[in-house]
């Protein structure tokens, strides 16, 4: 067998396949390469959204810096082929500061430069994230990080806002009514999951602590809230709370969407609360619509 000399690296990639590149006719320089995405003519049809998905990005929500993941769109003139995509993630860097602050203010000052550098009307952003926060347990008041999941879809035409909408995630847990009722002692629980996508009212100024309102609304409602840290006397005051108020997915739907509609600055909610039952094989869930 002859004997090869892979000593160096490119000496290596050659015995694998690398060949030399060729000698290319085409330009090299971005003044001389054709733009199609730029052309001009009819295309038959404006397209409300185009732009990108699945984008991961540092974000910071209140204290913590977290990981999001982001869509962003503008809308596409009939007359014109395509957007420069590279122009989405320049605009999402022109709003990094150790990460994109995620808030209606930010992401609305971010979407306005995306509008200018992208020539369009209109631009949106869908971006979900971990949202986490400091929890206390409930007696020996032990601080440990809870997390929530978090949604925030924004749009806007020129400078006006068409859409501001606030998505939260959050697991409980849920006792059984009906198991209590029947049941000599004990009585079955499990782990209820609320979700909830709010329309907010564009003319009204959102609370500080908006999140933490709907939030909120949506623990204080079920039969426990979850901690990160539980101590006995802890553990113990949260299974007797959880005994004391036994909910249904359907009470624990219609609770939490009273307090919501108490709130002047919600426009309309979805909601849905599904139990990851503890006694049979498939879950129980309920959803609910409701606009003012």
């Not at 990005?57 to 809308?75: A, K, L």
């Not at 631009?123 to 400091?134: G, L, M, P, R, T």
């Not at 498939?282 to 409701?290: E, G, I, P, S, T």
Request: contains cysteine.
């Amino acid at each position: 067998m002859t004997q090869i000399d892979l000593s160096t690296r490119e000496a290596r990639w050659r015995h694998f396949g690398s060949v030399d590149p060729i000698k290319g006719t085409k330009p090299t320089e971005k003044e001389n390469m054709p733009d199609l995405q730029s052309s001009k003519k009819d295309f038959l049809f404006e397209i409300e959204h185009v732009g990108i998905k699945n984008l991961i990005y540092p974000v910071r929500i209140d204290d913590f810096q977290t990981v999001g993941n982001f869509e962003f769109s503008t809308s596409l003139n009939q007359d014109e082929k395509g957007i420069n995509m590279s122009r989405i993630i320049e605009s999402v860097e022109k709003h990094y500061d150790n990460g994109v602050n995620l808030d209606f203010e930010s992401l609305k000052a971010l979407l306005n430069t995306l509008q200018s550098v992208m020539f369009q009307n209109t631009a949106s952003v869908d971006v979900d994230a971990k949202w986490f926060f400091n929890r206390y347990s409930p007696i020996t008041k032990q601080k440990a990080v809870g997390h929530a999941d978090v949604r925030y879809i924004l749009s806007v035409n020129n400078s006006k806002v068409t859409r501001k909408s606030l998505g939260i995630k959050v697991p409980v847990t849920t006792l059984c009514p009906c198991s209590k009722e029947i049941s000599e002692y004990s009585a079955h629980n499990q782990r209820g999951i609320i979700t909830v996508l709010i329309d907010l009212d564009t003319e009204i100024t959102l609370p500080s602590d908006y999140k933490d309102i709907v939030l909120d609304g949506m623990e204080a409602n079920a039969s426990s809230m979850l901690y990160p840290i539980l101590k006995r006397t802890d553990e113990k005051a949260v299974t007797e709370r959880a005994y004391e108020n036994p909910r249904f997915v359907e009470d624990l739907i219609r609770l939490v969407a009273a307090d919501l509609v108490e709130l002047d600055w919600i426009k309309g909610f979805e909601i849905e609360c599904r139990n990851e039952e503890s006694i049979h094989q498939h879950d129980a869930f309920a959803r609910l619509k409701y606009n003012k």
